[in-house]
């Protein structure tokens, strides 16, 4: 079941260990454990502040390999925040994906299939919506020319776009196509009929 | 958020690698790969019938480590097939949880916790709904003293379980605690209020 699709207009890399900046790149490679030099990649990860199910440092599967955002809801984060534009780089997203309507709202386990020249060249599979936390304050600060009326973690709330792990590995460059699959479930004959 | 909590009925293990049946245990160790010995056992796997966003045998990350149902639920399924009984062996499950209402319907990245004694001792993460295939007719058709009246494939739609990965890996046994944690999608604040 195709949703929808979209474009990739950047793929970002965090390279460094102790800050979660990202910077441009041409394209990225998505491996099975996610991204080689980036600071969320690994096969299993340290649970953190957003993994609530766990004690900080539990060592658990990385299914935050990748963040993705889109425009449209940066745009309205920025609005929000009464700043002139929101940057991916400053909230850490590794893919700016345009014109798939309400990226964030995407459920678990929609497949994101990166298509070029017609063929599919890798996929990720989406865990859950990210939720925006009060760190990238301090980094949009720094680098918005103007000042910000309300925090990130309130201005981004439902629109700061989806995390996930790498299914099919492969390069994803700037200009691929996005094609959505939303998981279907079975409607429920079942409890319909007794 | 809980969503509710059942209890563990059986742990079974699949070791034929030309077979789906499984065997029951007493325990059953669940590692980051899954379960030690079961034919489902890995990071990766060649993708088959049920993975219909690959080609067959293309490699992608294994979502599909362990599959659990439930005796409310094989009760119905056996009712439909008109036939006294339905083993978890004969569909190849790893898991028998009681106590969850509906849980074929748990949504993709519900989190199965396993507790005993009160302590956390390993963590399921759900892929998606296990869709119901024709192959289990055989192995049906071998142990039920009863003739099937109609196929698994459509008297088990939207009953069949769950599969999914292992989030944090732990010895599961026969008696356990599980508690239900279904994924929170922040209300969409941002389009209600625009």
Redesign the interface.
Known sequence: MIEGSGIVDAVLLAPHSNDFLTERREQLSFG?EGIPGDRHFG??KKAGGRDA??PRG????N?RQWSAVCPAELS?IAS?MEIAHLEPEWIGANLLISGIS?LS?L???S?L?FIRNGEEVA?L?V???N?PCKFPDRLIQRFSPTVPGMGFAKAG???RGLVG????PGVICVGDNVKV?V?V???????MRG
């Open positions: 099975f096969y299993t199910h766990y539990t060592e658990i599967r299914s309205r929000r309400r709202m459920p678990p386990f497949h299939r996929v599979v865990s859950e919506q939720m709330m439902g629109l792990w790498v299914d099919r699959e998981p479930v079975p409607p429920d004959l079942q409890a």
